[in-house]
Nanobody, 122 residues
Framework: VQPQASGGGSAPAGDSLRLSCEVT????????MGWFRQAPGKEREFVAA????????YYTDSVKGRFAISRDNAKNKPYLQMNSLKPEDTADYYC????????????????WGQGTLVTVSS
């Protein structure tokens, strides 16, 4: 099982990017899904999470109102729409799957894949 994030790239401040995550080996409809990021020299941090049904979403304060997490269980993919990007959003972004309820804690997530790099220029 390896979620594979994609959609990263370079963008100027104020622009938008949409990340998606290809998940193979499990059916995400049974899992909470989260997006996390890690900037150079910093610890991995929570960005957003969505419950298995998509009915509830959670965001870190710094992205509220700018980012939107969603999921398409039929396509077995979660997404992260990132608007009004800021230079401080620059990081590697990872998606992860968690049995049970989605939450903000990276150690609680069971499956992680490789990230996708987002670079935002000022």
């Amino acid at each position: 099982v390896q979620p594979q994030a994609s959609g990263g790239g370079s963008a100027p401040a104020g622009d938008s990017l949409r990340l998606s995550c290809e998940v193979t080996g499990l059916t995400i409809s049974n899992y909470g899904m989260g997006w996390f990021r890690q900037a150079p020299g910093k610890e991995r941090e929570f960005v957003a999470a969505v419950t298995w049904s998509g009915g509830s979403t959670y965001y870190t304060d710094s992205v509220k109102g700018r980012f939107a997490i969603s999921r398409d269980n039929a396509k077995n993919k979660p997404y992260l729409q990132m608007n009004s990007l800021k230079p401080e959003d620059t990081a590697d972004y990872y998606c992860a799957a968690k049995t049970g309820l989605a939450n903000r804690s990276p150690p609680d997530y069971d499956y992680w894949g490789q990230g996708t790099l987002v670079t935002v220029s000022s």
